[in-house]
């Protein structure tokens, strides 16, 4: 048995899925084919992995826990398992080639720099299923005007289309975790399909914008671009960031004025 002794270890975020109907959920959502190159983030006892695996998956398996690593690297899988004993933020996905996978019930606490991370290399995944906070997910999904719309949303839609595909609660894992949680299908989104920015500029602006998104835009951004930029890329400078689509925030980072000391 892959569980046999391990204790959860708080510090790496381990909340261990035992519900057997979501975790079939997630594997037919993500619904695996053997060609597939195919990547799971925190393998932890192998609720995801075990089935991936008894479908004849070959799987790259990054963890961070040194116990965990070592009985992966002596769990005797037929295709033989590549187990990468790392912190995920610092792995380097290139080396894994294109049209990856991903999979994962995340530690919790990396969520955020992780999907940051995804993000800067975004065109290299076909797709990524991951369990994560239900609040995380509904800020990766939140449309302009909702409270959880900010710079998770705006920075992430620009790169992925994402769905959320089920809620989870709770006593669906070993231990629970005090949040309830939620899986998350993302996307890349064509190069083509996205609308025109300079993405340098993009980042900072939303940056910038919902440090305070209850301001208007003409005070939180006015050392970016002046009240005529945003009027030109059609914009009422008495708007709040909260308010900003994507579509609005990728025009005012082309808008020519624009100067880092207006
Ligand atoms: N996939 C298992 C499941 O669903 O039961 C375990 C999920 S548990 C929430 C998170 C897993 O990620 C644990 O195995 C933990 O050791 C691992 N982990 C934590 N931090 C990590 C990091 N920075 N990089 C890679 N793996 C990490």
């Known amino acids: 048995m892959m569980s046999a002794g391990h204790r959860a270890r708080k510090r790496f975020g381990q909340h261990f899925l035992v519900d057997d109907s979501v975790i079939d959920r997630i594997i037919r959502a993500v619904h695996p084919v053997a060609t597939d190159r195919l990547i799971e983030i925190g393998p932890g006892l192998g609720a995801l992995t075990l089935p991936l695996l008894s479908r004849g998956m070959s799987l790259t398996l990054i963890e961070l826990d040194r116990d965990l690593v070592l009985r992966w690297q002596a769990y005797p899988a037929h295709p033989p398992l590549t187990v990468i004993a790392q912190d995920v933020l610092t792995v380097d996905f290139s080396q894994f080639g294109q049209s990856l996978r991903l999979i994962g019930n995340l530690p919790y606490n990396i969520s ?25 997910v ?18 992430l839609q620009y790169h992925f289309d994402m769905e959320s595909l089920m809620d989870v609660e709770a006593d ?29 500029h993009l980042s900072t602006l939303v940056t910038t914008a919902f440090a305070q998104r209850r301001k208007m835009l003409r005070v939180s951004l006015k050392n970016m671009v002046s009240e005529d930029d945003l009027k030109q890329a059609g914009i009422d400078p008495t708007r709040r960031a909260e308010t900003v689509s994507l579509e609005e925030f990728c025009r005012l980072s082309l808008s020519e004025g624009r100067s880092e000391n207006k």
């Open 112 to 136: 955020t720099p992780f999907l940051f991370h995804l993000a800067a290399d975004a065109q290299r995944y076909r797709d990524a299923h991951f369990m994560l906070q239900k609040e995380v």
């Open 172 to 200: 669906a894992f070993d231990p629970p975790p005090k949040v309830r949680s939620a899986v998350v299908r993302l996307i890349p989104r064509m190069v083509t399909a996205r609308p025109d920015a300079n993405f340098e």
């Open 138 to 155: 509904e800020r990766m999904v939140a449309t302009p005007g909702s409270r959880d719309y900010g710079r998770l949303s705006v920075m």
